[in-house]
Each structure stands twice: as C-alpha cells, then as structure tokens.
C-alpha cells in the first residue's frame, strides 16, 4: 500500500511517500526559516507559509518517489497536536486531495506518529518488535514518557509540567541571542565548553515520572545575568560552557526520569522519537541508558527524528489498510492528550 504523508504540525511543511507502513520512499520537508527573526514560531506565518510551500512539497515528494497521483492507496495527515492555523493548512490540503483523488485520508496523531518514526527502520528491516515499550517523546511542544503495553496502545506515565524539552532549549537561545531553532545550536556549541563549569539544578517532580525546565530555564538567566554576558556572542568561552551545562543539566532530567520509569515498569524496549532526540548528548546517553538494562533501543535516523511526513504515512497505513476513512466534516485538534481513551491514530 502506497500512503502519502502531509504534515504541518508547526512550522515544517512536510510530505512523503511510504510503502507498507515502514518502506520510505520519498521524504520531503521545507523548513520555515523566516521565524527566526522573532526567536520563535509565529502561527499566522506559519500557516500561510504552509499554505504556499505544500503544493511544491507534495510534488517533490511524488517526484522523488516516482510515484504518479493515481498509484496512492490513500492520504494520511496530521489531525492533531498543533499549533490550529498550521494543522487547518495541511488539513485542508490533505482532504482537497483525497476529495480529488477519491482516495481515503485518516487524520493522525502526531505524537504516536512520532513513536511509530523511530520503529520503521527496524521494521522495515524486517525485525520483531517485543512489547511492552517505554517510549520518551521529547520535542518542542512535548515532553511525556508512556508504557506501550502492545501495537497501538499508549498509557502515560508522567510529561513536563511547564516548558517542553525542545522549548527550553530555544528560549535559552533566545536569551542569550543565538541562532534558531536553538536545539540544534546548542548542540554543536556544547562540544566548545564543559559541561560541568556552571552549576545548574536539576528539577525533582513530586509526580516521579514528570520533568520542569521553567527553573532550568531562569537559572541559565540568573547566570547569563550576573557574568553580564551579551547575546549574541557564540564563541565567548562563558557562553560555550553555559549552553554546554544547561544541555548538561536538560540530558540528566531526561535520562534519570526514563530511568526511574525503567525501573517501575520493566519492559522490553526503549524507544526515543521527537525532534530533541537528534540530540547527540541525549542519543549516546540513552544508548548507555539501554545497554545498562539490556534492552534494544527504537531510535530513529534523524530525518525521522524531527517533524515529517514519513512517519505520519507509517503510521496511517495501518488504519488505511484495515479499511479506516475518516469524514469530510472532521476538523483537526489541537489539544490531543495520548493515553487518555482516544484512538491513537
């Protein structure tokens, strides 16, 4: 089954071609870099730059899979979690396509999407999946840690309270006048400085599987303040170990929650997916995480790491193939919680 992907959960327009569920055909994301002039996404641009780049993205998509518009089985798009005008424009589109195509679309969910990312190059591989899983899903908007008792079946165990993971990472950027998105940023100065030169707390949740940046966050600013550090200046030593503790101080969090959860619910797998999982820091230390319980860790390549299409395809072939639609009327939704009742889809 060939499925076309469509996603614009944010600020990525993003369009692919899967076959069976796991096998990429064709990948395709335009980022949107005019937000980071305002050092952040800004949701009316960012719909109306969906708008104009998903004719294109689509195209290529098709083109780079050699696949025509007649050979797609069905559409798959993200229904939800979102910023409202991005999901509407990708939506929109999608359902105009299926319309026209008089193919079925599902609506998907974009956090178990992601999930289903960092599986699809084992199963593509033709590896089993064991379950149950512990799944870390830690992007912009989302920080959550949940038990997979089996395929399709969610339960969360804990997620941020205030800032998400990748969100943290921007506005300290912000803050301290790097470039955007400042995941990425981060990241690649980090190797410049010492990680452990800038004492920075570690939050602790009464809820044991819950994370908190928000202190975190007002730390790095306490300390950008009272060294007088200027924004924009990436190569003072001061700032290059600053961003290199507060990366530091956001993989700790991350890791000794998923390790506590480990511990409380035995299981069979690790699994890692969201855009912060490109994070070398955070991917060697769940590699160790992993090892230390002798699990096999589900962490995808990159490209299926942050926001795309690919894994909004995967995931929707499952649905299509069981002979799901959904209908014209349906509108997207964006507050999904996963875990709570709803169809994982």
């Not at 050699?66 to 229904?79: C, F, L, N, Y």
């Not at 149950?132 to 399709?152: D, E, I, M």
């Not at 969090?253 to 035995?266: E, Q, S, V």
Request: charged residues 20%; aromatic residues 6%; contains cysteine.
């Amino acid at each position: 089954m060939l499925v076309l992907g469509v996603e614009t959960s944010c600020d990525e327009s993003a369009a692919a071609i899967v076959a069976d569920g796991a096998d990429v055909r064709s990948n395709v994301v335009a980022s949107q870099l005019e937000h980071a002039a305002y050092g952040g996404v800004v949701p009316e641009l960012a719909a109306r730059k969906h708008i104009e780049a998903l004719p294109w993205v689509v195209g290529a998509a098709l083109s780079d899979a050699g696949v025509s518009w007649q050979e797609i089985d069905g559409i798959a798009v993200t229904r939800g979690p979102g910023l409202v005008g991005a999901l509407l424009s990708g939506w929109c589109y999608a359902r105009g396509l299926a319309r026209a195509l008089e193919c079925p679309h599902v609506g998907i969910h974009h956090l178990a999407a992601h999930v289903h990312g960092a599986l699809m190059p084992h199963l593509a591989a033709g590896e089993d999946v064991v379950y149950p899983l512990l799944a870390l899903v830690v992007s912009g908007g989302h920080t959550s840690l949940y038990r997979l008792p089996a395929l399709r079946q969610f339960a969360l165990l804990g997620e941020t309270r205030d800032d998400a993971a990748g969100e943290a990472f921007d506005k300290v950027a912000a803050l301290l006048g790097l470039d955007y998105p400042g995941g990425p940023v981060i990241d690649r100065l980090s190797d410049r400085g010492d990680p452990e030169a800038v004492p920075l707390p570690r939050a602790k949740m009464s809820g044991p599987f819950d994370f908190s940046f928000s202190g975190l966050k007002t730390a790095v600013r306490r300390q950008a303040l009272s060294n007088r550090l200027r924004p924009g200046e990436p190569d003072d030593p001061r700032v290059l170990d600053l961003v290199a503790s507060f990366q530091a101080a956001v993989v700790d969090m991350l890791a000794d929650t998923t390790a506590a959860a480990l511990r409380a619910h035995p299981v069979r797998g690790l699994l890692v997916a969201g855009g912060v999982a490109a994070n070398r820091a955070l991917r060697t230390r769940m590699q160790s995480l992993a090892d230390e319980h002798g699990l096999p860790l589900y962490l995808a390549p990159i490209d299926l790491s942050t926001d795309n299409a690919a894994m909004v395809a995967g995931w929707g072939e499952g649905r299509l193939r069981a002979g799901g639609a959904d209908p014209f009327d349906l509108s997207v939704v964006a507050t999904w919680p996963l875990g709570s009742g709803e169809a994982p889809f």
